[in-house]
Nanobody
Framework: VQLVESGGGLVQPGGSLRLSCEVS??????????VGWFRQAPEKQRELVAQ???????NYAPAVTGRFTISRDIAKSTVDLQMNSLKPEDTAVYYC?????????WGQGTQVTVSS
């Protein structure tokens, strides 16, 4: 199983970015996985940003609620994160994650920097 993130970069405060995660190797089982985006800022622990459980609605960290939207395309095996109204405190490496009861997979991460 491989996860490849894209879409990170440098953006000004108030701007938007869309992160995408392409998942390969799960085949038709992709829909069985919980999928999510995490982030890790310098000298901080990795934290959950947004998540979609295999049979549930999305849930978000309080810091991003109302600004970020997570979505999953079962047919394409992708997980996207639309980020609006970005703030400097959103600066971090963002990681895509899929997990089941017996497996846990991570992407390599993509840098998001919010700065003027």
């Amino acid at each position: 199983v491989q996860l490849v993130e894209s879409g990170g970069g440098l953006v000004q405060p108030g701007g938007s970015l869309r992160l995408s995660c392409e998942v390969s190797g799960t085949g038709i089982l992709f829909s069985w996985y919980d999928v999510g985006w995490f982030r890790q800022a310098p000298e901080k622990q990795r934290e959950l940003v947004a998540q979609i459980m295999s049979a549930g609605s999305p849930n978000y960290a309080p810091a991003v609620t109302g600004r970020f939207t997570i979505s999953r395309d079962i047919a394409k095996s992708t997980v996207d994160l639309q980020m609006n109204s970005l703030k400097p405190e959103d600066t971090a490496v963002y990681y895509c994650n899929i997990r089941s009861q017996v497996a846990d997979y991570w992407g390599q991460g993509t840098q998001v920097t919010v700065s003027s």
